[in-house]
């Protein structure tokens, strides 16, 4: 099976950084949300469609659902950017058979319990061992919030 080529984490989903500076240097065809909570909130998908430029396909789905869809589109994988707006649904990507060697994890909110370890990522506690879970199953983890900024190896910066 292909792998995905392209593949975010950022709880903001869609927003001025993923066109003006992603999409830019991806060669995407078409974005894939896999957010459960978006997908089941016509207002919040009807909000990242009026985000993405017309010239890009946009698929906002379950998590469930759009491993079904890039499963189907395995050839195609290396034209999508496979959004995800928190830890878990990588994880669960990755158990439905949705193989990819690196997350590129660009913003994690503050709020709440949750630690400050880059200027756009703060994890809770939860988080950071699920984090050091994915790195344990082999996805190299980055933190990279645009293209110009040099990539950081997440598990360095959260160890």
């Not at 988080?127 to 050091?132: M, R, W």
Request: with cysteine.
């Amino acid at each position: 099976m292909a792998k995905v080529q392209y593949f975010r984490l950022d709880d903001r989903l869609i927003h001025g950084q993923i066109v003006a500076s992603w999409l830019t240097v991806i060669p995407a065809k078409a974005i894939v949300v896999a957010d459960d909570q978006a997908a089941g909130n016509k207002l919040q998908a009807s909000v990242l469609k009026m985000a993405c430029p017309p010239s890009i396909k946009l698929m906002v789905m379950s998590v469930k659902d759009a491993a079904e869809y890039l499963k189907a589109k395995a050839k195609l994988l290396d034209k999508i950017l496979l959004i995800v707006g928190n830890v878990d649904a990588a994880i669960e990507l990755l158990d439905l058979g949705i193989e990819f060697d690196e997350l590129n994890v660009g913003n994690i909110s503050s709020g709440g319990d949750r630690v400050k370890y880059t200027k756009a990522i703060w994890l809770t506690e939860e988080e950071k061992q699920k984090f050091i879970g994915l790195s344990d199953r082999g996805v190299r983890l980055i933190s990279q919030v645009i293209p110009s900024e040099k990539a950081s190896d997440l598990m360095s910066l959260i160890k």
